[in-house]
């Protein structure tokens, strides 16, 4: 079945490095893509979302790429700080799917002091 | 205060017996959303609402029960629970159409 999912488990990074989360997908028809954060013991929380219709949109500190030729997104963070260590999802919002987003299984980010 | 609460936080139970976890929000959300984390499966959409007295099966149903008589309100009910249902079960809410859930802190269920 159609999926979405990473392609690493867990990334360590130097702080004040910038990171990049990335993930794949195969289900083309997708009106958003979206990027939860999860600090261990807590939900998830929205970081950002991007349209199928563009190629790049930035946040605070974040930047989400989305490459529909070869169905990659990617999360950079740059100046990766310690308050960013947390699992990462990236979750898709299929076309006439109202709100039923579908996660992927998730990064863990890591930022060594 | 504001926001998406969840209870308990910590449950224990045997197999065969009912639970029910209790989801509250405060911020009239029409969406509500059940899910389940589970190790190597990320996040799986147990149920959802898109108001009151609207319920409708996601991904993974089975076992599950939900109602939603009040806007603010979301029941998960495992009617018999097993073994395959010890899990973290996050309950969510969002405005109708919006990629920003809001989640709450999650419950653990362990069944024995």
């Known amino acids: 079945g159609e999926s979405v999912g990473l392609h690493l488990p867990t990334l360590s990074v130097q702080e004040g490095d910038n990171s990049i989360i990335n993930c794949a997908y195969s289900n083309s028809a997708s009106d958003y893509f979206i990027w939860y954060k999860q600090e261990s013991g807590k939900g998830p929380q929205f970081i950002i979302d991007?349209?199928?219709?563009?190629d790049k949109r930035q946040g605070q500190r974040v930047t989400v790429l989305l490459n529909k030729t070869v169905k990659h997104l990617s999360l950079q963070i740059a100046a990766t700080q310690p308050g960013d260590s947390a699992v990462y999802f990236c979750a898709e919002n299929p076309i006439n799917a109202g709100n039923m987003l579908t996660f992927g299984g998730g990064t863990r980010l890591m930022v060594k002091p | 205060d504001a926001g998406i609460t969840q209870s308990p936080r910590y449950k224990i139970t045997e197999t065969g017996r009912q639970v029910t976890l209790m989801c509250h929000q405060t911020w009239s959300h029409s969406y509500m959303f059940w899910y389940r984390q589970d190790l190597g499966h990320g996040l799986r959409l147990i149920y959802y609402s898109a108001a009151a007295d609207i319920t409708d099966k996601g991904e993974v149903p089975d076992g599950y029960v939900v109602s939603r008589s009040k806007t603010e309100n979301f029941p998960l009910t495992l009617e018999s629970a097993t073994r395959s249902q010890t899990s973290v079960y996050f309950c969510?809410?969002?405005?109708?159409?919006?990629?920003?859930?809001?989640f709450g802190p999650g419950t653990r269920l362990t069944v024995l």
């Open positions: 991007i349209r199928s219709n563009m």
């Open positions: 969510a809410s969002s405005e109708p159409l919006a990629n920003e859930q809001f």
